[in-house]
């Protein structure tokens, strides 16, 4: 599986950035992906998840905040950040299983 997200940037607080991910070399429709923020100095974790039918989780600490959502036809995840934080800050990972990709930076600050 070959991943390329996209979308990261600097952003005050309070602004928004969507996030894209392009998956290939998978059947795109058949997988449950997620995204994944790892934080400076911290372990790698969970902010939203959405399968194959659409159905999606979300952390607590960004619920009402980030919207997961996926184009099959595009095989393309994509994460609608809002109200952003400096907490949000770092890598996101977006993860189908088996390969992480290289990620895409998000620095929130004033």
């Known amino acids: 599986v070959q991943l390329q997200a996209s979308g990261g940037g600097l952003v005050q607080p309070g602004g928004s950035l969507r996030l894209s991910c392009v998956a290939s070399g998978i059947i795109f429709r058949l997988y449950t992906f997620r995204w994944y923020l790892q934080a400076p100095g911290k372990q790698r974790e969970l902010v939203a998840g959405i399968n194959s039918t659409g159905i999606t989780n979300y952390a607590d600490s960004v619920k009402g905040r980030f919207t997961i959502s996926r184009d099959n036809a595009k095989n393309t995840v994509y994460l609608q950040m809002n109200s952003l934080k400096v907490e949000d800050t770092g890598v996101y990972y977006c993860?189908?299983?088996?390969?992480w990709g290289q990620g895409t930076l998000v620095t929130v600050s004033s």
């Open positions: 993860y189908p299983g088996g390969s």
